[in-house]
């Protein structure tokens, strides 16, 4: 697709705990990446944590575990946002590679999401967030739609502090 697609479409957003890029380092990048601190972005941007009492100033980011207590309940806390000219129309909730749960996206504002969706996971679990759109991106990127999707969080049901994959190698 070298011919076809747009250079720099999609992008990979990369969350280094700064702002600035004179602070930027090979180090700091490379750590964030394997951490899985990255949303890939074709036109949407999302932010996503999870806490284990609905409250998002105990969350954990991307690539985190998070330790379930006794409610056995997650809280994913989502914001999607998107330039105004941007269609955005699904968003997916994704648990071990299975879509649970999806919302209609409407509006033109900056910001088309931001709740906190309570999941009950039976046993060790990872969880995405996808958003879509069916129009064209227009003359920002001509003949693709609009996307984005997370790298996981990770939910640990079990409470041994560790991710137990759901399907084993």
Do not use: C
């Not at 697709?1 to 999609?10: H, M």
């Not at 990048?29 to 996503?48: K, R, T, Y």
């Not at 679990?125 to 879509?132: A, E, G, K, R, T």
């Not at 064209?136 to 693709?144: Q, T, Y």
């Amino acid at each position: 697709s070298i011919y076809t697609s747009e250079v720099g479409y999609p992008r990979n957003m990369v969350q280094v705990g700064h702002s600035d890029p004179q602070k930027l380092s090979n180090k700091d990048l490379s750590q964030a990446i394997l951490q899985q601190n990255v949303v890939v972005s074709g036109g949407a941007m999302i932010q996503f944590k999870a806490s284990n009492d609905g409250d998002a100033s105990n969350a954990v980011g991307l690539g985190k575990l998070l330790s379930l207590t006794d409610t056995g309940k997650a809280f994913l806390h989502v914001k999607v946002s998107a330039e105004a000219s941007v269609h955005l129309n699904k968003l997916q909730v994704i648990e071990n590679g299975k879509v649970i749960q999806e919302k209609e996206l409407k509006g033109s504002e900056t910001t088309r999401f931001m709740e906190k969706v309570e999941v009950t996971p039976s046993r060790d679990s990872w969880y995405i967030v996808m958003v879509s759109g069916t129009k064209s991106l227009g003359a920002m990127a001509p003949g693709h739609r609009p996307f984005a999707f997370t790298n996981p969080i990770f939910v640990d049901v079990n409470k041994d502090k560790k991710f137990d994959a759901p399907i084993k190698p």
